[in-house]
């Protein structure tokens, strides 16, 4: 655990959608509640069966989200960014945690105890609100999650994710660059694939001329953002899913170089 005062922490939490512009007293009370932890690649944050006592922002690195079977085998259902948050719904009720939550890279989080949550609800009902919205738009990604799982081709789940990742640079007959930072096999595991099927996507990818992979690097074309990225219109609409996340769960800002999850 990192050592940081209470003024730092409600400065840090003043920044984030979630608690942005509630009055100062919300605000303190939530960092009476609040600690920030560095951890390494390979920790636990939580284990499925655990009770749930803190929501969790992540402040930089990556983690996953999986679920086991008795058996041991293991299904990556999430992976969470930076400025992603992550445990809200599961602190409105009494049941274990279904998932399992491990970094895959050093992270750092910014926690915040579930008592000091809801004493600041209590006060705030701009926070209950907010609360409830996250909830509400945690359900509707797991249901687009689903659909996407059981509709979409190997292929379109790939380039999917790739326009996700580089909407924000996105401009007709422009090149993007991603720097792809989250091992292979987990994004593979994330997307239901072995690593040698996302490989092997990758390479269609490649010989079609929509991308240009060297290591890490991977390289959108013109080709692929004039077909997926920036078509525009209801069409396009129509055949991409939404993306995921919204108001009150910052998503990642996505730069030139941005952040993906390739190793």
Not at 51 to 65: F, I
Not at 134 to 162: M, N, T
Not at 186 to 213: H, K, N, W, Y
Request: aromatic share 6%.
């Amino acid at each position: 655990m990192m050592r940081t005062s209470l003024d730092d922490l409600s400065l840090v939490l003043g920044e984030l959608a979630l608690f942005r512009d509630l009055p100062a007293a919300a605000i303190a009370e939530v960092a009476r509640a609040a600690h920030v932890v560095s951890l390494p690649k390979g920790a636990t944050i939580y284990a499925s069966g655990e009770r749930p006592k803190a929501l969790h922002h992540v402040m930089s690195g990556h983690l996953k989200v999986s679920v086991s079977s008795p058996e041991g085998s293991e299904k990556v259902i999430e992976i969470l960014s930076p400025r992603q948050l992550f445990g809200v719904a599961e602190l409105f009720g009494d049941a274990p945690y279904v998932s399992s939550v491990e970094t895959v890279s050093p992270v750092v989080l910014l926690s915040v105890g579930r008592d000091g949550i809801f004493r600041a609800m209590d006060g705030e009902p701009r926070l209950m609100r907010r609360m409830l919205a996250a909830v509400a738009q945690r359900q509707s990604s797991i249901e687009r999650d689903i659909a996407a799982d059981c509709l979409q081709s190997g292929s379109a789940k790939v380039v999917e994710y790739l326009r996700r990742l580089a909407a924000a640079e996105a401009a007709p007959g422009a090149r993007i660059e991603l720097e792809l930072a989250i091992p292979k096999n987990v994004l593979a595991a994330r997307m239901g694939f072995t690593p040698e099927t996302l490989s092997r996507i990758f390479r269609e990818l490649s010989d079609s001329g929509l991308i240009q992979v060297l290591g890490k690097h991977v390289t959108l074309t013109e080709k692929f953002t004039r077909q997926y990225a920036c078509d525009g219109g209801q069409a396009a609409a129509e055949r991409r899913p939404a993306a995921r996340g919204g108001v009150w769960f910052d998503r990642a800002g996505v730069g030139s170089r941005a952040h993906a999850a390739f190793n």
